[in-house]
T-cell receptor, first 114, second 109 residues
Framework: DGGITQSPKYLFRKEGQNVTLSCEQN?????MYWYRQDPGQGLRLIYY???????QKGDIAEGYSVSREKKESFPLTVTSAQKNPTAFYLC?????????????FGSGTRLTVV | GIQVEQSPPDLILQEGANSTLRCNFS?????LQWFHQNPWGQLINLFY???GTKQNGRLSATTVATERYSLLYISSSQTTDSGVYFC???????????FGAGTRLTVKP
């Protein structure tokens, strides 16, 4: 089945730790995105990548880092510099089918600082 | 950047009722998508609709791009329609999308 796999579903981080969230897709889409969702809020863009080996900061990139070494993978690292990392993290890809440039989302990772 | 406003923020319905959700945006767009976020957090694509009207079963959507708004209609609502509905827009085809704050729908049996 074509889709986006995010792992893990739940992640607990201690203060001062870096953690990496995985996002893998087999949709053959070039563009991939990371969004953050806080309780009761909309989605805010962290980072995005239009093509392999290239990525751009979104609105709230501070304290996060990404890489895009393969088309299928776009991991997000939440560093110790991110002061309030507890949130729901969503990965998306964008279609390039003519007439349809919409997003498909993974099922998300819930990160909690303990 | 482009601003997206959704209304109402909260909506409570009895099962079987109809509803209209609205999305206003501050600039011209070439991408617009409606999503339903289920209780487990999964965002499900409902419509990709930068202009015109589409229907899928009990749901339909209309975007009037020249007037900068989109409407999502839910007819004969069911309890499984509960959740948060998001509108997302992008100015250019390959732009990242900006999300509204969502409309939280609760359908009571």
């Amino acid at each position: 089945d074509g889709g986006i796999t995010q792992s893990p579903k739940y992640l607990f981080r201690k203060e001062g730790q870096n953690v990496t969230l995985s996002c893998e897709q087999n949709l053959n889409h070039d563009a991939m995105y990371w969004y953050r969702q806080d309780p009761g809020q909309g989605l805010r863009l962290i980072y995005y990548s239009q093509i392999v080996n290239d990525f751009q900061k979104g609105d709230i990139a501070e304290g996060y880092s990404v890489s895009r070494e393969k088309k299928e993978s776009f991991p997000l690292t939440v560093t110790s510099a991110q002061k309030n990392p507890t949130a729901f993290y969503l990965c998306a890809t964008r279609s390039e089918t003519t007439g349809h440039y919409g997003y498909t989302f993974g099922s998300g990772t819930r990160l909690t600082v303990v | 950047g482009i601003q997206v406003e959704q209304s109402p923020p909260d909506l409570i319905l009895q099962e079987g009722a109809n509803s209209t959700l609205r999305c206003n945006f501050s600039d011209s767009v070439n991408n617009l998508q409606w999503f339903h976020q289920n209780p487990w957090g999964q965002l499900i694509n409902l419509f990709y609709i930068p202009s015109g009207t589409k229907q899928n079963g009990r749901l339909s959507a209309t975007t009037v791009a020249t007037e900068r708004y989109s409407l999502l209609y839910i007819s004969s609502s069911q309890t499984t329609d509960s959740g948060v509905y998001f509108c997302a827009v992008g100015r250019l085809l390959r732009d990242d999308m900006r999300f509204g704050a969502g409309t939280r729908l609760t359908v009571k049996p």
